[in-house]
């Protein structure tokens, strides 16, 4: 599995981004995927996921309300709506899948996750 992230960049406080993630494979339906980001000096955090049906999604405290996590499934793409950016959303954004998903909290453990992305950056001017 290749995850191709994309859709980063420069953008004020207060504005919008999409990131999309394309995923290869023929089974994309069947795997959860999320958005981790990392920021400098710091360790790379959970932000939202989605389960593989797209019925399901979860965030971190810090963006909910403000990201939407969606998917397309015949398209393999993934994607996290970024509304009303902050600076410290400043990160380098990576999407991650994960073929099985189980258990408390699943979706915010690094370790639930199989495949990551190269990521992409997104800075948020004040």
């Known amino acids: 599995v290749q995850l191709q992230a994309s859709g980063g960049g420069l953008v004020q406080a207060g504005g919008s981004l999409r990131l999309s993630c394309a995923a290869s494979?023929?089974?994309?339906?069947?795997?959860?995927m999320g958005w981790f980001r990392q920021a400098p000096g710091r360790e790379r955090e959970f932000v939202a996921a989605i389960s593989g049906s797209g019925g399901n999604t979860y965030y971190a405290d810090s963006v909910k309300g403000r990201f939407t996590i969606s998917r397309d499934n015949a398209k393999n793409t993934v994607y996290l709506q970024m509304n009303s950016l902050k600076p410290e959303d400043t990160a380098v954004y990576y999407c991650?899948?994960?073929?099985?998903?189980?258990?408390?909290?699943?979706?915010?453990?690094?370790?639930?996750?199989?495949?990551w992305g190269q990521g992409t950056e997104v800075t948020v001017s004040s």
């Open positions: 494979g023929r089974t994309f339906s069947s795997y959860a």
């Open positions: 991650t899948l994960a073929r099985v998903a189980y258990g408390t909290s699943w979706y915010s453990r690094m370790q639930t996750y199989d495949y």
